[in-house]
Structures are given as C-alpha cells and as structure tokens.
Nanobody
Framework: QVQLVESGGGLVQAGGSLRLSCAAS????????MGWYRQAAGKQRELVAR???????NYAESVKGRFTISRDNAQNTVYLQMNSLKPEDTAVYYC?????????WGQGTQVTVSS
C-alpha cells in the first residue's frame, strides 16, 4: 500500500503561481512513476504531468512551459510548480502513484484561479 498526502492548493489570481506537494509513504519501492491529475467540475480526470522512477517527465499540452514536475527522493515527495496560471487550470488536483497493477490516489487539493 502507498499513502499519498497532497498540499499546496488554494486561490490565486490569473498569472500567479502555486506549488503542490505530494508526500508518499508506505511501499514506496513498488512505485514506478508518480503524477498529477486534475478534474474540473463536470469534466473527466486528466493527466497533468508525470515523472518516472528514472526521471523522465511528460506533460499535458495545455500546461507545457508553465508547469514543472519534480521530486525529492530523500523526502519521498513529488512537486508540481505551476506558473502563469489560467482560470482554465481551476480543478481538483490529485496525486497519483503508479505501482504496476496498483494505482494509488491522494485525497485531492483544490486549485482555483480567478480572472
């Protein structure tokens, strides 16, 4: 089992920045990749950014150049730095851990970007 705890969401004006954190605990050795997903009201959950054990990253086209995913292996923490935020980035952001056949989710953190 892997437990994920997110923090760092909030309300920000358009053009502002936020940094989300996801602290992982439990069977960390089983995790192949971690990522951030988001779900806006009335929409499906979508991938925002992902980082593999080897450090490879990929991003949704809508956030490329604005968001950066990183990790601190010593702290078992993954970060999502979000710059130049837009109202369309408003959503609940979820941390995800991919452990092969098992996937784990955090409780979610609300990000609201006002225009």
């Amino acid at each position: 089992q892997v437990q994920l705890v997110e923090s760092g969401g909030g309300l920000v004006q358009a053009g502002g920045s936020l940094r989300l954190s996801c602290a992982a605990s439990g069977s960390i050795f089983s995790v192949n990749a971690m990522g951030w997903y988001r779900q806006a009201a009335g929409k499906q959950r979508e991938l925002v950014a992902r980082i593999t054990r080897g450090g490879n990253t990929n991003y949704a086209e809508s956030v490329k150049g604005r968001f950066t995913i990183s990790r601190d292996n010593a702290q078992n923490t993954v970060y999502l730095q979000m710059n130049s935020l837009k109202p369309e980035d408003t959503a609940v952001y979820y941390c995800n851990a991919d452990a092969g056949s098992d996937r784990y989710w955090g409780q979610g953190t609300q990000v609201t970007v006002s225009s």
